[in-house]
C-alpha cells in the first residue's frame, strides 16, 4: 500500500551520490515497517466461526461491527478491515476522516477529506456523521475504531460554545508557537467532545477495540490522536498553564479563554480520566509505532554495511538544536574504518521566526548543513531528515537530504541559506539545491526518521 516517487542515484560505493541512495532506502525500509495495511490484518482476530474477536470476546451472532477511521493512514486501514470482515459482520457504511492527500472512495464507508493540521468545517462533518453512527448501535454491537496519526486535526467536534474558528485559530497559535504535539493536544482535548476519552464515552456501554497506528514518541495512548479512548491525564488547570507557558492567554479567541477558566473553577466537566466506568469495555492495541520503523530503519542499514549508532529514539525539541544533537553523537563515534549510520526517531518543533516556507524536517536538514561549515564532518557524509507521511509541515516534500555541499548550492544559486534559515525558508533554500526529499503522500504516519550516514575512508572520493 506504500509507494514512492524518488530518484535513483548511481551505487558508486563511497561517493554522495551511494550514501544518498542508502540513506533513502533506509528511510523507505522505516516507512515500511509502519505500512497501516498489514498492521491491521495482523491484528484483526476472527474466530473459527469466522465472527471478529473484540478485547477478546467473540462477536456474538446477529449483533454488527461499526467501524470509524481517522487519521492519514485511515485509508488503507479500511481497505484492510473490509478485506477480513464479511459483510454480514460489517454491513456499513462506516465513516472515515483522512487528509485530502491519502481521500480515496470505499465501499462500505463514507470517506471526509478533512482539513490538516488546521481542523475544517468537513473535518466538524465527518465527527458529526461519526456521532450518528454511533449512536444509532444496538447495544449487543460492538466498534472497531482504526486509529492514526493526524487524527485529531481531522476529526475536530468543538465542545458548547467553541467554534470551529475558535479551534482553528488556537491551533494556528499553538503550530506557531513551537509547542510539542503532546502540548497541543492536551489543549484540543478540552475543547472537543470527542477528544481525551470522549469517543470511548460516547460509545459506552458498548465493546470498543481501537488499533492504533502511533505518531507519538514514547506511544502514550492518551496522546496519539489526542486520545479519544483512552484516559486523559490532563486537566483545564495544565491546559491553562500550556497557554500561559507560551503567552497565548490573551491571544486566544475569549470563548476559548472562557471555558478553561470556567474548566479551572470546576463549573465544567473534565475529560474521563484512569478509573472512569466508560473504559470498562475498552481495549487499545498499539500496531505500528516509529520505535518499528527505527528498528526496520536499523535492520534495512546494518544489511548495507553500517555500523550503527542510534543517537536518540526520542528526538524532540527545537529542530536546529535536534540537528547539533546528531553531529554531536557522531562525533568521536566514528573510527573511520567502516561505514558508519548514526539514526533518530523523532518528532521536533519549529518555532516560527520569519515568513519562510518549511516543516520540522527540511529546517533540521538545512541547520545540519550550515553547522557542518562551522565544525566540519570528516569524510563524506549526508543526512536525511524526513517525515513518514510524507508531508513536511504546509508542503508537498517529506522533508530533506543534505551534503556538505548543499550550503554552496544555495549560495549559488543567489540564496543566503543563512538568511533562509532565519526566515524560516528551507523549503526554498533546499529546492534550489536539489535536496528536498519527495515521496508523495505514504499513507501512513509515524514521526520521522533521522538517518546520517558517512563513508569508510578508504571509500572517501
Not at 419 to 448: H, I
Request: glycine share 10%.
Amino acid at each position: 500500500m506504500i509507494g514512492f516517487t524518488l530518484a535513483v542515484y548511481p551505487m558508486a560505493e563511497g561517493t554522495i551520490e551511494h550514501l544518498r541512495s542508502a540513506a533513502v532506502e533506509i528511510f523507505q525500509a522505516g516507512v515500511r515497517a509502519a505500512d497501516p495495511h498489514r498492521a491491521v490484518l495482523e491484528a484483526l482476530e476472527i474466530s473459527d466461526c469466522g465472527r471478529p474477536v473484540i478485547a477478546g470476546e467473540e462477536l456474538v451472532r446477529g449483533s454488527n461491527l461499526r467501524v470509524v477511521g481517522f487519521g492519514k493512514a485511515s485509508v488503507p486501514m479500511a481497505v484492510a478491515a473490509a478485506e477480513v470482515l464479511s459483510a454480514e459482520v460489517f454491513p456499513g457504511p462506516g465513516v472515515l476522516a483522512v487528509n485530502p492527500e491519502n481521500r480515496q472512495d470505499l465501499e462500505r464507508f463514507d470517506v471526509f477529506a478533512s482539513g490538516h493540521p488546521v481542523p475544517d468545517a468537513i473535518g466538524v462533518a465527518a465527527a458529526a456523521a461519526v456521532e450518528r453512527y454511533l449512536q444509532g448501535r444496538q447495544p449487543e454491537d460492538a466498534v472497531l475504531l482504526l486509529v492514526s496519526g493526524g487524527g485529531s486535526a481531522l476529526l475536530p467536534a468543538p465542545a458548547p460554545g467553541i467554534t470551529l474558528e475558535d479551534k482553528m485559530e488556537t491551533t494556528h497559535l499553538l503550530l506557531a508557537s513551537g509547542a510539542p504535539i503532546q502540548e497541543i493536544n492536551a489543549v484540543r482535548k478540552h475543547l472537543s467532545i470527542l477528544k481525551g476519552g470522549g469517543l470511548a464515552r460516547l460509545a459506552y456501554p458498548n465493546r470498543l477495540e481501537s488499533l492504533i497506528l502511533s505518531d507519538v514518541i514514547g506511544d502514550d495512548l492518551s496522546s496519539i490522536a489526542s486520545g479519544p479512548t483512552a484516559p486523559d491525564p490532563t486537566t483545564f488547570e495544565h491546559v491553562e498553564a500550556i497557554l500561559a507557558r507560551y503567552e497565548l492567554l490573551d491571544q486566544v479567541p475569549p470563548s476559548v479563554r472562557q471555558r478553561v477558566e470556567r474548566g479551572c473553577r470546576g463549573e465544567i466537566a473534565e475529560t474521563p480520566t484512569t478509573g472512569d466506568p466508560v473504559f470498562e469495555r475498552v481495549c487499545n492495541r498499539l500496531v505500528g509505532s516509529n520505535a518499528q520503523s527505527l528498528s526496520a530503519a536499523r535492520r534495512c542499514a546494518e544489511d548495507l554495511g553500517f555500523q550503527i549508532l542510534v543517537a536518540s529514539a526520542e528526538l524532540l525539541g527545537e529542530s536546529r538544536q535536534a540537528a547539533a544533537l546528531m553531529a554531536a553523537a557522531a562525533r568521536g563515534q566514528w573510527d573511520g574504518q567502516r561505514p558508519l549510520a548514526v539514526l533518530a526517531g523523532g518528532e521536533t518543533t519549529v518555532t516560527l521566526q520569519g515568513d519562510g516556507k518549511g516543516g520540522r524536517n527540511q529546517e533540521m536538514v538545512l541547520a545540519f548543513a550550515l553547522q557542518s561549515e562551522t565544525v566540519p564532518l570528516p569524510g563524506n557524509w549526508v543526512f536525511l531528515s524526513g517525515g513518514t507521511d510524507g508531508r513536511d509541515g504546509p508542503t508537498d516534500a517529506a522533508g530533506g537530504v543534505v551534503d556538505a555541499g548543499a550550503p554552496g548550492r544555495i549560495r549559488q544559486a543567489g540564496l543566503d541559506p543563512s538568511a533562509e534559515m532565519n526566515r524560516n525558508n528551507s523549503y526554498e533554500a533546499l529546492t534550489v539545491a536539489a535536496d528536498l526529499l519527495m515521496t508523495g503522500p505514504t499513507g501512513t504516519n509515524v514521526a520521522d526518521l533521522q538517518i546520517l550516514l558517512f563513508a569508510a575512508d578508504q571509500l572517501s572520493v
